[in-house]
T-cell receptor, first 117, second 113 residues
């Protein structure tokens, strides 16, 4: 199957700093990528849809200025958590649909665990 | 908006036995996809099985099968001959033809010896 990577896998930062998370589709091009947040023992909640060459689409309740998304190329999307606070501590997962696959199957990255002290 | 409901927060099954995980959803669309994903302790999301709503035949993947009842908007997952490696969180998910995935709240499956 297709591979989606995320970097870093874990990050610890101080409150008030910014953190960048990368999502890469390694063997296919993705004009769209999705960013999810998962709190402990909870489900995945879609935060935003990253679109190559245009602005991201954010879900209701997600602060655009806090979670900056840049889809720099057909294989890379980045999520920057600006001025991070402890309540931003969570598990962040990206996914990318492979348009040439049957039913645009989505492939998920391994996730990034963010801890804000 | 579509919603996905998993009413079983936790389930337990003995090794080699069969277990069924429940899922219901709400939609006004006639064509869509349904999925079951497995999330082991590593937290990597793994696709277990998919069902296309226009297909009446229930999907099957080795030990995993679904019971898709379109009129009832029900989509349960049956795991046969359960193995220790099946222990994980299982998420039911809905997706319209070209839309976003909507996940249920998940069911934690324990497999005992």
């Amino acid at each position: 199957g297709a591979v989606v990577s995320q970097h870093p896998s874990r990050v610890i930062c101080k409150s008030g700093t910014s953190v960048k998370i990368e999502c890469r589709s390694l063997d296919f091009q993705a004009t769209t990528m999705f960013w999810y947040r998962q709190f402990p023992k909870q489900s995945l909640m879609l935060m935003a849809t990253s679109n190559e060459g245009s602005k991201a689409t954010y879900e209701q309740g997600v602060e655009k200025d806090k979670f900056l998304i840049n889809h720099a190329s057909l294989t890379l999307s980045t999520l920057t958590v600006t001025s991070a606070h402890p309540e931003d501590s969570s598990f962040y997962i990206c996914s990318a649909p492979m348009t040439r696959s049957r039913d645009n199957e989505q492939f998920f990255g391994p996730g990034t665990r963010l801890t804000v002290l | 908006a579509q919603t996905v409901t998993q009413s079983q927060p936790e389930m337990s099954v003995q090794e080699a036995e069969t277990v069924t995980l429940s899922c219901t959803y709400d939609t006004s669309e006639s064509d869509y996809y349904l999925f079951w994903y497995k999330q082991p302790p590593s937290r990597q999301m793994i696709l277990v099985i998919r069902q296309e709503a226009y297909k009446q035949q229930n999907a099957t993947e080795n030990r995993f099968s679904v019971n898709f009842q379109k009129a009832a908007k029900s989509f349960s997952l049956k795991i046969s001959d359960s193995q220790l490696g099946d222990a994980a969180m299982y998420f039911c998910a809905y997706r319209s033809l070209y839309g976003k995935l909507t996940f249920g709240t998940g069911t934690r499956l324990q497999v005992t010896l």
